[in-house]
């Protein structure tokens, strides 16, 4: 087990597990994803610490913070944002040096997120999913930006090509295939 997740869940493997870090990049949580080679995904998150050292399976407290918080942080105002759903798509355009967060708890919990440390950003892109709950989040989180005090310049990106519920990540895999390269998505 790495820090209390484990190796399985409800009988499926343990693909990958992302780290929430606050402010000043120290780990908060993971959100571990269970799949058997993509199909019926789990999402488990791990936020509540027990014996001071291990996780156990349970969201944070609302506020929730955001994926990327440590990222974001370090970023100048001027950086432009990348709004994703999901820790897989944010990790992804991370590792292309972009400055990209995600709320915890899927496409029904943009509300239950502490958006705050967007206030006074220049520019956010938002990137949904190409489907009705990811076209949700994506409104639910903008109705939330414009609310801020000092709310950044909103931008929706809409991806060509993506198949039906795909994501930023899809979009991703189909450019590195036409190059012939080899990428997982992870």
Not at 138 to 149: E, F, G, P, R, S
Request: glycine residues 8%; without cysteine.
């Amino acid at each position: 087990m790495m820090q209390g997740i484990p190796q399985t869940f409800n009988k499926k493997p343990r693909r990958f597990v992302w780290e929430y870090r606050n402010n000043q990049g120290e780990p908060i949580g993971y959100v571990a994803r269970f799949d058997d080679d993509g199909k019926k995904k789990e999402i488990v998150p791990y936020f509540k610490r027990i014996n001071g050292h291990d996780w156990q399976h349970g969201s944070a407290p609302e506020p929730r913070p955001l994926f990327g918080l440590d990222v974001l942080n370090q970023a100048d105002n001027e950086r432009s944002v990348f709004i994703v759903e999901g820790e897989k798509a944010a990790a992804a355009l991370q590792s292309f040096g972009l400055v990209a967060i995600t709320s915890q708890g899927g496409s029904n919990a943009a509300h239950k997120a502490d958006w705050k440390p967007l206030n006074g950003r220049e520019r956010v892109y938002l990137l949904p999913d190409n489907d009705e709950p990811g076209e949700g989040y994506i409104k639910a989180v903008a109705a939330i930006l414009i609310n801020l005090v000092s709310p950044p310049a909103l931008s929706m990106v809409r991806l060509h090509n993506l198949p039906p519920a795909g994501d930023v990540v899809d979009w991703i895999t189909s450019k590195i295939n036409e190059a012939l390269l080899d990428w997982d998505g992870f």
